[in-house]
């Protein structure tokens, strides 16, 4: 038989113990919802994309300093942790392995193509990450083949799309040409091209394709010539043999329009064909930095924080953090886990955002893609990219 005085020393030791459990539970708990999140990042520092690398890496950090000073989300900082690449798929796999493996990631940026494609089946299998990055390839779009992927901005085929509704308005009926590279990212957006110029009228009277890079082109030239398009459009290159295609062109006398596509579209990029350059158009998802109507918030913040130009790659970087970010605000709002199927769930309510200036109307969410860009002029005595359209969007 227990006695009295030894059963009410059991009960108050119980109730000691709920007490303290009552107490180290909630500050466990609480300590948890501190944790910071992480952000983590294949990035080409190096190599040769090292160009749009730095400026991506550059708006990445910005935004998440600018997040970070202002409380974070919910109260937790985001810390970003990035690896050079070089641009290349085994080392992109390689970092990624590297940072998920010693990081619990939740939000993660991606160089290329070919990483987003070999990483896939690894994103599917952690289930904890939702991913963007430098790809714009259509493929990406498929929201039940990438569920836990998306792209800031207009997939390839979206960007001529948006170049092509503008000629249709601009000059209904016009003769069109398309140029493009002899890879996957040149032969992406053809078929939809095709398409597209039938159903708004236009008429396509030449496809030229060439190897990329500095090539000889006077052959491609002379076919463009006999065609004699209103437009040309450029794809699937960075620069050459754009300049060269002009310099020829111009000097046979064709009067026919260029334009070119995102990657083609910086601001030095543009300027670094010459005199040439002079009314070269494209496609752009953002605004430019020195752009006179860019006065949101975040467009005057990077404007302080980096006095000088930043490239069309840093507002990628940028907004690929803002909305990233925006995903997992949304999720812990809703009190559900930071895992990919939510964070995607989340990105995918996004409705009417405004971006602060980056670019230029409200944006939603409602695929893997943004199909909303401007067309903009090359003014080669002002040095700068001026916008000869409204926004459009193929929502």
């Known amino acids: 038989m227990i006695d009295k005085r030894t059963l009410l020393a059991a009960l108050a030791a119980s109730v000691l113990s709920l007490g303290t459990l009552a107490q180290t539970k909630p500050a466990s708990a609480a300590a948890a919802s501190k944790e910071d999140i992480v952000f983590g990042a294949s990035v080409p520092l190096t190599g040769v994309f090292a160009f749009a690398g730095i400026g991506i890496d550059q708006g990445i950090r910005d935004y998440l300093q600018i997040l970070n000073e202002g409380g974070g989300i919910n109260g937790r900082k985001v810390k ?94 016009a003769k069109v040409a ?122 005057e913040k990077i404007r302080k924080m980096r006095p000088e130009y930043q490239s069309t790659a840093y507002m990628q970087g940028f907004l690929a953090a803002m909305l990233l970010t925006e995903a997992a605000r949304r999720t812990l709002d809703a009190g559900n886990e930071l895992n990919g199927k939510n964070l995607k769930t989340a990105l995918s309510s996004i409705r009417n955002f405004d971006t602060g200036g980056i670019i230029g109307v409200p944006l939603s969410i409602k695929g893997n893609s943004i199909p909303i860009g401007r067309v903009y002029k090359a003014d080669f005595k002002q040095q700068k990219m001026v916008p000869v359209s409204d926004w459009i969007s193929l929502q």
């Open 80 to 173: 970003y942790i990035a690896e050079d690449t070089g641009y290349k798929v085994d080392q992109s796999m390689a970092v990624f392995k590297k940072i998920t493996g010693q990081n619990k990631v939740n939000l993660y940026y991606a160089d290329s193509t070919g990483f987003v494609k070999t990483v896939n089946p690894e994103l599917e299998r952690i289930g904890s990450i939702l991913m963007t990055g430098a790809s714009f390839a259509k493929e990406i779009s498929n929201a039940q083949k990438y569920p836990m992927q998306f792209m800031v901005g207009p997939d390839y085929s979206e960007m001529v799309g948006i170049l092509l509704q503008y000629i249709a308005k601009t000059k209904p009926g």
């Open 178 to 299: 398309l140029v493009y590279s002899d890879t996957e990212f040149g032969k992406d957006p053809v078929d939809t091209a095709r398409a597209d110029a039938k159903r708004l009228g236009l008429n396509l009277v030449q496809e030229v394709v060439t190897p990329p890079g500095s090539v000889d082109i006077s052959t491609e030239v002379i076919k463009l010539r006999r065609a004699d398009p209103d437009y040309t459009i450029f794809h699937g290159y960075v620069s050459a043999p754009i300049p060269e295609f002009i310099a020829q062109a111009r000097g046979q006398g064709m009067k026919t329009q260029f334009m070119g596509t995102f990657w083609t579209m910086d601001n030095s990029t543009v300027m670094k064909m010459g005199a040439n350059a002079d009314g070269f158009m494209g496609v752009m998802p953002y605004r430019y930095y020195y752009d006179a109507e860019g006065k949101g918030p975040m467009m």
